[in-house]
């Protein structure tokens, strides 16, 4: 699902193919329109690469100058959205691994034989990581929406995403990547409880958008899946 909330443009973005096992989810930033612009392209570009190039490891370094390239594309005949950005996570299967790429402060969890929940990129973070800020004050803190890394149409020296490989569970493996307006309405160990609580994706689905709805200002877009893995081997 993807809502606006209380803003007049959706500058979220998302592709979700369960066929090629490729989930990416954009929130664009950068004034009239150029959110939107910004989001779109680097969804684009990011599916686009990960269909061709994906199976060649950790290939983040050459994906983010891929959607670099193609922002700064749209800015040369374009002028007027060079300000504009966007955040990036995508999750992609490949062989027995499902492997998350993180930009922002977009979410991703997963919860397979363990848990794993993206870092946000902001400095709230920051403050969390240096022991500054408690976690549980994180939300409500005014630079939780300030990011310290984004994507760009300027090419960012020594810019890295996180990157995790993760092994898929034989058995069922249940994901969520959301925007921050999804965020907004559930902590983290709010949203893993709920996952292993409710088997019933559609029932997941229903009630993270229905509280989505209920309680979020910002544009507010979730990808959530279920998938059974069966591992040959054994």
């Known amino acids: 699902f993807s809502h606006n909330g209380r803003r007049i443009r959706n500058e979220d973005y998302y592709i979700a193919d369960d066929l090629q096992g490729i989930y990416i989810l954009t929130d664009g930033m ?32 050459d994906l983010i100058d891929y959607i ?17 950005g966007t955040t990036l996570s995508c999750l992609y299967i490949q062989d027995d691994y499902i492997n998350a790429i993180n930009i922002g402060d977009s979410k991703i969890i997963i919860v397979g034989d363990t848990t794993y929940q993206s870092t946000d990129h902001t400095y709230a973070q920051q403050l969390v ?18 990011l310290t890394k984004c994507l760009t149409a300027k090419p960012q020296e020594g810019f890295k995403a996180d990157f995790e490989k993760i092994p898929l569970r034989s058995g069922w493996n249940t994901f ?5 307006g999804v965020m907004e309405t559930f902590t983290e160990p709010e949203t893993i409880q709920l996952i292993l609580e409710e088997p ?3 029932k997941l689905i ?6 989505v709805l209920k309680y979020s200002n910002d544009n507010a877009t979730a990808i959530i899946g279920k998938f059974q893995y069966s591992n040959s081997i054994n």
């Not at 990011?46 to 269909?51: F, Q, V």
């Not at 969520?176 to 921050?180: A, T």
């Not at 229903?206 to 509280?211: L, P, Y």
């Open 206 to 211: 229903q009630t993270v958008e229905q509280k």
């Open 68 to 84: 670099t390239l193609k922002l700064r594309e749209m800015v040369v005949s374009q002028p007027e959205y060079r300000s504009m």
């Open 200 to 202: 019933d994706i559609k």
């Open 30 to 61: 950068g004034g009239y329109k150029g959110g939107e612009v910004a989001s779109k392209i680097a969804a684009h570009a990011c599916y686009e690469y990960l269909l061709k190039h994906r199976d060649r490891g950790n290939i983040t370094e």
């Open 176 to 180: 969520l990547i959301c925007s921050d």
């Open 129 to 146: 990581d240096c022991h500054f800020l408690q976690t549980e004050d994180y939300r409500d803190h005014p630079m939780r929406h300030i």
